[in-house]
């Protein structure tokens, strides 16, 4: 029979959260043994992983939004663990829990524990991962720009309403791409470079990307004048912009843009003047369900 042992690294804002404390007990009941950390500033979702590997732990949940997520999976995947990673959606957008079809509800994502374990990609850039998605341009703007508060009050839909108020600050940014048998260069709105689908808060940027294909889906919005006033409808549904979008799917691609750009790594920023992303093929084991969209190829690992 397998450990039923596992570790919840628990984002600090969510302390006090009573719904988090019910499910904890619930799965103790049913035999799990279940020890909870918090996270108080940076570096401590790092730490925590390193001391639950060092104390035997085999799975590790990771109960916060997509920066948490991110935080706490490049720390598994940097340290060659064969420990395997659940998700605890507890954020405003949680993107990949989205994408991969984690439930939001606190019960049923931590019952993902029981679902055997799948291997995944990660993508990484200049020394960092991310399981998500890196995304440069506009989109990027609006998910830094977003105020905590702002989301504490409309939760997902205060990217929709940072990116209509900052609509009149839209400017577009000159880069070139280029990948095998790929290559693209102009000016572009938003940038995606998915491993999971959707970012910002919701906006499906790379609909396709599967997380264990070992590639890296690419979706570049070009910034002709034309389109300027169509964005405006993807930030207020994504009506009839998918179709202008350049997209490929490849397994390194790496951007240069002369003045520097912008890039969210799932929360975090970095700028860069040329940067190489690749896919990391394999670099994760994690709980998700059995359908989940975004595996493809993948195979159960128990």
């Known amino acids: 029979m397998a450990q039923r042992r596992a570790l919840l690294i628990l984002h600090g804002k969510q302390a006090l959260n009573e719904d988090v404390r019910a499910a904890v007990e619930r799965k103790r009941k049913h035999g799990w043994e279940l ?38 999976a490049e720390a598994l995947a940097q340290a060659g663990s064969e420990a395997s990673l659940a998700i605890l959606p507890l954020g405003t957008a949680n993107d990949f829990a989205r994408s991969a079809g984690v439930p939001l509800e606190i ?14 990609d990660m993508g990484t850039v200049d020394g960092h991962m991310f399981l998500n998605m890196a995304t440069g341009g506009f989109g990027s703007q609006v ?17 929709l309403f940072t990116g209509l108020s900052r609509f009149s ?6 880069g070139e791409l280029n990948g095998p048998d790929f290559h693209w260069q102009g000016e572009l ?24 294909d070992g590639l ?8 002709p004048q034309e389109v300027v006033g169509t964005l405006k409808r993807l930030l207020e549904g994504g009506l009839g912009l998918d179709s202008m979008f350049v997209r490929a799917r490849l397994p390194w691609v790496e951007l240069k843009s002369a003045e520097g ?17 690749e896919a990391k093929s394999g670099a994760l084991r994690i709980h998700l369900p059995a359908h989940s969209p975004l595996l493809g190829q993948g195979k159960r690992i128990g």
Not at 265 to 272: I, T, V, Y
């Open 261 to 277: 750009l912008d890039i969210n790594l799932d929360g975090e920023p970095l700028r860069g003047e040329q940067l190489r992303f």
């Open 35 to 72: 020890d909870v950390r918090l996270t108080w500033e940076g570096g401590d979702a790092q730490r925590l992983v390193k001391e639950a590997l060092a104390a035997g732990h085999t799975q590790i949940i990771a109960g916060g939004g997509d920066g948490s997520l991110r935080d706490i």
């Open 143 to 159: 998910t830094a720009k977003t105020s905590e508060d702002l989301k504490k009050v409309l939760g997902g839909a205060a990217y």
């Open 107 to 120: 019960g049923p994502a931590l019952d993902l524990l029981d679902i055997p374990a799948r291997t995944v």
């Open 216 to 223: 890296l889906d690419v979706s570049i919005l070009p910034a």
């Open 189 to 212: 709105l938003a940038l995606g470079i998915g491993n999971g689908r959707q970012a910002g808060g919701g906006h499906p940027l790379c609909p396709n990307a599967l997380a264990d």
């Open 169 to 174: 600050e839209l400017k577009s940014a000159y």
